[in-house]
């Protein structure tokens, strides 16, 4: 069967999640210092990535759970908090190394979606921050499936919403046992984007190798 | 009595939320026409002006309500407008000409603070994007107060929050009948901050004015 859609995952597969949580965070916990919060940068970090871990990442209150933990309730340096680590988000928001070229070439020939585990809006808002929301034909995420990946009924809903059979659609994403087993398990193609070097046909460590991947997938 | 402090109003005081918020509407509006809305700019400003006068300016679901108005509910659309509001609201945060220079030299004599109608996490906020939020010995809400200027309550606090008398205490706003009426009930001086030209001594068009302002009133 011809590829007809390639089907993308988000965090850190479309842009680099890991260094901007890790950034924002850390940006956070410095301003919250700076503005009155006096305890050791690394002690903060270790206790907000608990908070986090506990709560998920789509929780409103992390930094007035944090405070609380100290014992107190400054509006000041939850503001320094949550402004820090917003603007901070908005530096690191940018689409990895050939993301946006590879895009405008499969943009010829293929539909594109994105396939992920979040919240709707959140998900559509990274898109729109990473301007990359143009390219996407269809974004089906767990929350509107009520199921994560790699379950099975993510993979159809995404592959329904284009019209698409699975053994003409690709799915590209960093984590194997998630985005990867996921897709095969319904008999989509599946290319594992990973940071060391690629073994085998559908491996990549650069974004725009897919291009190439994809010829052979023909 | 000596002034020993000097409150200020936030919004239209010490940054231009006039200017931010239109331009923010505006570039929302046509970041959703961009992401498919296909209807008239001016419509679509008319439309989510009135449903923020209906909710108030702190609600979370502003496009939400407005693409029900169209029978609408697309993910795309949403985050289209709530990024670009946030991006251009960003831009648009910056203090007034003159405030950032008029407060390093008031901070040597005067104890500074802030009085202001809003939601305290959300003030906080924004001197923490105005990059201010360090000059200020006290912020006072009308969330904490559970009452708004021009009511006595809130100018009462503010000057308990950092033990100073009415008459030793200067308010600064460009609302006439909310700041400055609200601060001579009580016995504190008042001066409007004004976009014509000052008729009297305790009215300033420029924010570097207060400086001489002050000295006229030790």
């Known amino acids: 069967m011809l590829v007809r859609a390639v089907f993308f995952d988000i965090d850190n597969t479309l842009y680099d999640s890991a260094t901007l949580s890790k950034m924002a965070r850390r940006n956070s916990v410095l301003a919250m210092i700076d503005s009155g919060l006096d305890l050791p940068v690394e002690k903060v970090l270790a206790d907000l990535g608990q908070i986090i871990e506990e709560h998920g990442s789509n929780y409103h209150?992390?930094?007035?759970?944090?405070?609380?933990?100290?014992?107190?309730?400054?509006?000041?340096?939850?503001?320094?908090?949550?402004?820090?680590y917003e603007h901070t988000k908005n530096a690191y928001l940018k689409p990895l190394p050939g993301v946006?070229?590879?895009?405008?070439?499969?943009?010829?020939?293929?539909r594109i979606g994105a396939i992920s585990n979040g919240l709707t809006l959140k998900q559509w808002e990274k898109l729109v921050g990473l301007r990359l929301h143009h390219f996407f034909d269809s974004v089906v995420t767990s929350e509107e499936c009520s199921c994560e990946k790699p379950a099975p009924e993510i993979y159809l809903t995404a592959l329904k919403s284009l019209d698409i059979k699975p053994d003409e659609a690709v799915m590209v994403g960093d984590k194997y046992d998630v985005d990867i087993i996921g897709a095969q398990n319904i008999g989509?193609?599946?290319?594992?984007?990973?940071?060391?070097?690629?073994?085998?046909?559908?491996?990549?460590?650069?974004?725009?190798?897919?291009?190439?991947?994809?010829?052979?997938?023909?």
């Open 188 to 218: 989509m193609h599946g290319v594992w984007l990973k940071k060391d070097a690629p073994k085998n046909s559908n491996e990549i460590n650069r974004f725009s190798d897919l291009i190439e991947v994809l010829k052979g997938l023909k």
């Open 100 to 110: 946006v070229p590879t895009l405008i070439a499969l943009k010829k020939h293929y």
């Open 61 to 84: 209150w992390h930094y007035d759970e944090l405070l609380k933990l100290y014992g107190r309730c400054d509006a000041k340096i939850i503001a320094a908090g949550v402004v820090s």
